[in-house]
């Protein structure tokens, strides 16, 4: 793609979204909430076209996009539904005068907090103020625009949408999970073990809240494998397999895909007196960012072991560092010298499984005194994690 074209794209967020989650999303919010639908952000029309084959009585689309706009009206007009299109930021919309509508459906603009700035962004955290979130000037766009959206559903109306896992990994992604669980009775989290948008290198979750005007304590997350499961969870056939995300403390999406065994474990050592955070033995400054390039120092099968934005792209906000568990070494300054060394030979040499038993011996075993059976529970849970993210980065490379 064209230089300029791709700088606009990444502008505007312009991700358009697999045409098997669009229906998904829309199958799903038509059963619960049928009627008036609305998206946000309707780009070339994708959701509205999918919600007038499916019945849906009127339709309200947005975008600030005016190509985007012409498509979605071409497509509107083939599909003969009466709609209206608002060639609008979002944001500018009053709730008051659109609403209420039965079911809000899209994918909105994933705009980062550098990119997202000035009038729009004041407008759009003033609105999330309005359903109780008190976002930071760091959240990126998608966060204020679900807040926005729930404003024009009707009590007990529907809204399904295209999120990113950073709903559940960030303090502003949990803060709007906050919101969105004191303004809906039930709120679900459908997440995959592959990309749907390669070229974002972004994980997603499908949300679907339900019951506007209602609250729940939790969000249920669904972990699905293949594609063809999202039609057995829209009948209802499937309930199997849901965690509960904790809204407390901090995001946790990396527990929710373990067992309560070993996340009892993992609470145990954490509030153990040898485990600080990063952030007790010093101020943290820089974050980190890597990748699966040459200009990034580790290798796409490094990158993806630690957190990672659905592919091989490593990402820590300085906010994050701070929160890393460590232990501090009782061992004598020459005993550590002597590990750190053979841990070093081992890393130069490419063997990491020796370093990290070099580690896991000295930290796990000797210092905190763990059981061959707690090693190998944590050991377990590491491979689980790390194979997910294998799963998402092999699948954004095919
Ligand atoms: C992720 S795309 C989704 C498009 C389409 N709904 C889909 O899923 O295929 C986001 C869309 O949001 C639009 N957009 C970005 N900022 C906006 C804003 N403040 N108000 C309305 N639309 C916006 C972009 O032009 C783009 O079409």
Same mark, same amino acid.
């Given at each position: 793609m064209a230089e300029r074209a791709l700088t606009r794209k990444k502008g505007l967020g312009s991700y358009y979204t697999d045409p098997r989650v669009v229906d998904f999303l829309v199958?799903?919010?038509?059963?619960?909430?049928?009627?008036?639908?609305m998206d946000p952000s309707c780009g070339d029309g994708r959701f509205p076209e999918a919600a007038a084959r499916r019945g849906a009585s009127r339709i309200i689309g947005c975008d600030l996009d005016p190509d985007a706009l012409e498509s979605s009206a071409r497509t509107l007009c083939d599909a003969e539904?009466?709609?209206?299109?608002?060639?609008?930021?979002?944001?500018?919309?009053?709730?008051?005068?659109?609403?209420?509508?039965?079911?809000?459906?899209?994918?909105?603009?994933?705009?980062?907090?550098?990119?997202?700035?000035?009038?729009?962004?004041?407008?759009?955290?003033?609105s999330a103020l309005r359903v109780g979130a008190r976002l930071t000037n760091l959240s990126a766009s998608w966060a204020p625009f679900l807040l926005h959206s729930l404003q024009f559903l009707r009590p007990g109306g529907a809204l399904a949408m295209v999120v990113p896992a950073e709903l559940a990994q960030t303090g502003y992604g949990v803060t709007t999970l906050? &919101?969105?669980?004191?303004?809906?009775?039930?709120?679900?989290?459908?997440?995959?073990?592959?990309?749907?948008?390669?070229?974002?290198?972004?994980?997603?979750?499908?949300?679907?809240?339900?019951?506007r005007g209602g609250s729940c304590v939790a969000a249920q997350l669904t972990p699905l494998d293949r594609i063809d499961e999202l039609s057995q969870l829209v009948l209802r056939k499937r309930m199997d397999g849901i965690y509960h995300l904790s809204l407390d403390g901090d995001p946790t999406l990396g527990l929710a895909f373990l067992d309560s065994f070993t996340r009892d474990l993992w609470?145990?050592?954490?509030?153990?007196?040898? &485990?600080?955070?990063?952030?007790?033995?010093?101020?943290?400054?820089n974050g980190y960012v890597s990748g699966a390039n040459t200009f990034f120092h580790c290798t796409r099968e490094e990158a993806v072991k630690r957190r990672s934005y659905g592919g091989g792209l490593l990402k820590l906000e300085p906010s994050e560092m701070q929160r890393i568990p460590v232990i501090l070494p009782t061992s004598t300054e020459e005993e550590l010298r002597d590990h750190f060394d053979a841990a070093d030979r081992a890393i130069r040499a490419g063997d990491f499984s020796a370093a990290n038993q070099i580690?896991?011996?000295?930290?796990?075993?000797?210092?905190?005194?763990?059981s061959v059976a707690d090693l190998g529970i944590l050991q377990q849970a590491h491979a689980t994690l790390l194979d997910r993210r294998m799963a998402r980065a092999r699948s954004n490379a095919s």
């Open positions: 199958e799903w919010g038509m059963g619960v909430s049928p009627g008036l639908v539904m009466p709609s209206k299109l608002l060639d609008s930021d979002f944001f500018l919309l009053d709730p008051n005068r659109i609403g209420p509508v039965d079911l809000v459906v899209g994918n909105p603009p994933f705009i980062r907090y550098q990119q997202f700035s000035g009038k729009s962004r004041a407008r759009a955290l003033g906050r &919101a969105l669980c004191a303004n809906f009775s039930r709120i679900r989290l459908v997440t995959f073990r592959r990309n749907w948008f390669a070229d974002a290198q972004q994980e997603i979750f499908f949300l679907l809240a339900e019951g609470a145990e050592l954490k509030s153990r007196p040898q &485990a600080l955070t990063l952030e007790a033995l010093g101020g943290v400054i580690a896991n011996r000295v930290i796990l075993e000797d210092q905190l005194g763990l």
